[in-house]
């Protein structure tokens, strides 16, 4: 055998050889796939079950990128409205520490206003008490001057003098009982004027217990030889409170030394207290 054959059939044996191992693998892998088809075809089956879910996964996915761009969009709202807001507070701080005093000065005010508010609201009580008594009361009586007198008619009594010089009369009742709380604000005189010094006196209470309250004298005139008649005017600068009841009465004396007539009258304006 030569040479060239001989190197041939080796080369034939070896790959009759490697065939052999070929095969044995291509049976190995035959078996093998043959094991492997049911799990492939499992997940084949899995996937098209899974497809649905994994559809759902990426639309949900969508979604949520979606979602997560609108509170990102909402999240730069809010940093912006929150710098916006501490802004705000800090111009708010800045007006509070304006007004701190404003306001501190108003509280003093109205510490300062308080008490004359309460007066103002205790006066007012008063008053409105006082306008009901005022609004009950007859309307020609009721805080105006007037003669106390309950028919209209002014209350005046004439006195008449004795001869005695210098000598009083008795006690002559101007008013019998005062109508309501009442000021005693003039008195008037009427008489003939004689040249004559004369003095008259006021008191309140009853008969035979009169208390002098006012006393007045003047001198009178005469116009000539003949007498004339005269009226005198006495304001009082602090008028005399008679109460609700009082008697009031009058007497009269003269240095004359002959009888005269004097005609006295008051001027009372109502009190408005009760």
Known sequence: MSGIAAANLGITVGVQSDV????????????DIKVLDPIIDTIKSDIIVDQPKITTIRSDLI?????????????????????????????????????DPIIDTIKSDLIVV??????????????????????????TTAGVIIQDTTTGTPTYINI?????????????????????NSWISH???????????????IATGAAASEVSIIRFSWSAASGGSAPHTETVIFPLPIPIKVASGTRIAARVSSEA??????????????????
Not at 162 to 174: E, M, P, Q
Not at 187 to 201: D, M, Q, R
């Open 63 to 99: 979604v949520s990128q979606s979602d997560i761009k609108t509170l990102q969009s909402d999240l730069t709202k809010t940093r912006s409205d929150m710098l916006i807001t501490h802004s705000d507070v800090k111009a708010i701080n800045s007006d509070v520490k304006v007004l």
């Open 20 to 31: 052999v191992i070929i095969q044995s693998d291509v049976k190995a892998i035959n078996s």
């Open 160 to 180: 008449t003098t004795g001869a005695v010089a210098n000598t009083f009369t008795a006690w002559n009742t101007l008013d019998a009982s005062a109508s309501a």
């Open 257 to 274: 030394a002959y009888t005269q007539v004097f005609t006295i009258s008051l001027s009372m304006y109502q009190s408005l207290e009760t």
């Open 114 to 139: 308080q008490p004359k508010i309460t007066a103002i609201l205790s006066d007012t009580v008063v008053l409105t008490a006082r306008t009901t008594v005022v609004s009950t009361a007859s309307a």
């Open 187 to 201: 008195i008037t005189v009427n008489s003939l004027g004689h040249a004559y010094a004369n003095c008259i006196e």
